[in-house]
């Protein structure tokens, strides 16, 4: 069974409009990490938030939060006032505190394109 | 300068040849992890390092060896290429909390034909 699941092989939205890529994931461990990386056409993979199974807020960065629902494992990222230079692949990835080495489990992505 | 490097950043290849794909941190972590991505499947684990004297298998090992010179140096080897390891090959980096950051590279586009 897939770890993370991303069900939106693509988005589409317009600049300064908001978004929401759906991230749902599946562990048993009582203590985990979320995190969202955004990788451009150029390729290289840049960190945007993280949010921990136990923080009671909502984690935000900038333009970028994540709707973290526990009960419902989720864990959306929500971009504002959406940019022409956030269109790029995003990847939903989960760390489970009890894992050996800590690595991250990744979704397949989820494509954005933000036109003018 | 950039705190994880990969090089090469781009390599061809012919079925068979063994080619070796290296990693370098300054960003004083343990823990070091070599990942493939291919397109639709985002990024699976082939190795991970905690130490220079720690080195576990990932999800998809097979065909692949590593090797941590030092704290610093984390290098991934195809013994024998084949053309389905064709992918883009990452290198992280991440301290040892759960909440700690990876850090990747710039990644190594590899084509073996």
């Known amino acids: 069974a897939q770890k993370i699941t991303q069900t939106q092989p693509g988005m589409f939205v317009q600049e300064k409009e908001a978004v929401t890529l759906d991230c749902t994931y599946d562990t048993s461990d009582q203590s985990y990490g979320l995190f969202w990386y955004k990788q451009p056409s150029s390729g290289e993979m840049i960190f945007l938030i993280y949010?921990?199974?136990?923080?009671?807020q909502n984690a935000t960065e900038g333009r970028y939060s994540l709707n973290f629902q526990k009960a419902r494992k989720s864990a959306n990222l929500v971009i504002s006032a959406s940019q022409l230079g956030d269109s790029a692949m995003y990847f939903c990835a989960m760390r489970e505190a009890n894992q050996a080495g800590t690595a991250l489990i990744f979704g397949k992505g989820t494509t954005l394109s933000v036109s003018s | 300068d950039a705190d994880v490097t990969q090089t090469p950043r781009n390599r061809i290849t012919k079925t068979g040849k063994r080619i070796m794909l290296e990693c370098s941190q300054t960003k004083g972590h343990d823990r070091m992890y070599w990942y493939r991505q291919d397109p639709g499947l985002g990024l699976r684990l082939i190795y991970y390092?905690?130490?220079?004297?720690?080195?576990n298998k990932g999800e998809i090992s097979d065909g692949y060896s590593v090797s941590r010179q030092a704290q610093a140096k984390f290098s991934l080897s195809l013994e024998s290429a084949i053309p389905n390891q064709t992918a883009l090959y990452f290198c992280?980096?991440?301290?040892?909390?759960?909440?700690?950051?990876?850090?990747f590279g710039p990644g190594t586009r590899l084509t073996v034909l």
């Open positions: 390092s905690f130490d220079v004297k720690d080195i």
């Open positions: 949010q921990g199974s136990y923080d009671e």
């Open positions: 992280a980096t991440s301290g040892r909390g759960s909440s700690d950051t990876q850090y």
